[in-house]
């Protein structure tokens, strides 16, 4: 009994794998010993392999058993050593299961995909954007990071958590950036000071854009005297922190109605959104598009940021132009497959 408790304890002290590929080989090996002893019972190797494995698993269909008495004392010997041994790996695999979910709790586990979306800096606003970004594409996989150290959505499967100071390289590499296909740097609420806000942030984007320069970038300004400091690290987008706030707030007192329709544009939950297309061949002229789209049901809106594309319909449309229109779903897939 000492005997079997030392070695109980030596196995529990092995690497995962290692107990694994022992009990492969013990398995392996009792299959062969028990062919051996009473080929005519189990007829080829693979029955005396499955015979062992129901076994040890404590199932006993009875469709075969030992005949003889050294395949009998041979089935002892399964009974005391085999269901102890699996016993062992299933142990083993719930454990590995265990440590992971406490891993992805703990914001330590590393994101292994790509093409996804990485949000960095936990707030109510970030939550937001988790939820546009699924409504978008429900498949898609997001990836925050926080110095918290708590998942803050650990009920949903897509999103991942990675803890620790976005700043830093290993962070942001654990949050797969250079495999990401987009990043948005949000302002650290937490933090009082605006001009620190924009600091952080500054040194997060920093970071960025030095590790991997090929990520789409996105950061939220608290001031918006810091937009050149962030524009020299070749920032792709940003947003003034409180300046659409108080847009919104101004035009729907002073235009009723305003503030819901750029509100509508803004979220995925309602019908029209604002989609960029492709150029057709068919198109020489703004015009082209803009009637041409018109007919499938959608408006032509701006080519990258310019909004004035309408006064301009005789206008070629340049080589390297991004069209973006207001459609549905459901019109933008239709111009897609055309």
């Known amino acids: 009994m000492h005997f079997l408790l030392r070695l109980s304890m030596r196995i529990m002290h092995l ?19 028990a062919y051996a002893l009473e080929p005519s019972t189990f007829n080829t ?23 003889t008495v050294p395949g009998k004392a041979f089935t002892i010997f399964l009974y005391i050593f085999g269901i102890g041994l699996l016993s062992l790996v299933i142990a083993n695999v719930i454990d590995s299961v265990g440590t992971i979910q406490r891993k992805r709790g703990s914001g330590t586990l ?17 939550q937001y954007a988790i939820d546009e970004v699924l409504s978008y594409t429900p498949n898609a996989h997001i990836v925050v990071v926080d110095e918290s150290t708590r998942h803050p959505l650990e009920h949903i499967a897509q999103v991942h958590f990675v803890s620790g100071d976005p700043s830093d390289d290993e962070v942001l590499r654990r949050a797969g950036i250079h495999r990401a296909k987009a990043a948005i740097v949000f302002a650290d609420v937490r933090i009082t000071e605006a001009s620190l806000v924009d600091g952080k942030s500054l040194l997060i984007i920093s970071s960025i854009e030095r590790i991997a320069p090929s990520v789409h970038t996105t950061v939220e300004i608290v001031q918006e005297k ?42 995925r939950q309602y019908g029209d959104d604002i989609y960029q297309i492709p150029v057709q061949p068919s198109w020489t002229t703004y015009g082209d598009a803009f009637k041409d789209l018109l007919k499938q049901g959608a408006t032509l809106l701006a080519d990258r940021n310019d909004l004035s594309i309408n006064r301009k319909l005789n206008q070629q449309i340049p080589s390297g132009a991004k069209l973006y229109i207001v459609s549905d779903a459901d019109t933008y897939q239709q111009i897609l497959e055309k």
Do not use: C, P
């Open 45 to 67: 190797w693979f029955n005396a392999f499955y015979w062992v494995l129901t076994t040890m698993a404590t199932v006993g269909y009875g469709d075969y058993y030992a005949k």
């Open 110 to 126: 590393d994101f292994k995909g790509s093409q996804h979306v990485i949000l960095i800096n936990w707030s109510k606003k970030v």
């Open 226 to 267: 810091n937009v050149q400091n962030f524009r020299h690290n070749q920032v792709n987008d940003f947003v003034l922190s409180h300046d659409a706030i108080s847009r919104l707030a101004v035009r729907s007192a002073l235009q009723e109605g305003n503030s819901d329709i750029l509100s509508q544009l803004l979220s």
């Open 15 to 33: 690497r995962k794998t290692t107990v694994g590929g022992f009990v492969l080989l013990f398995v392996i090996a009792a299959a062969t010993v």
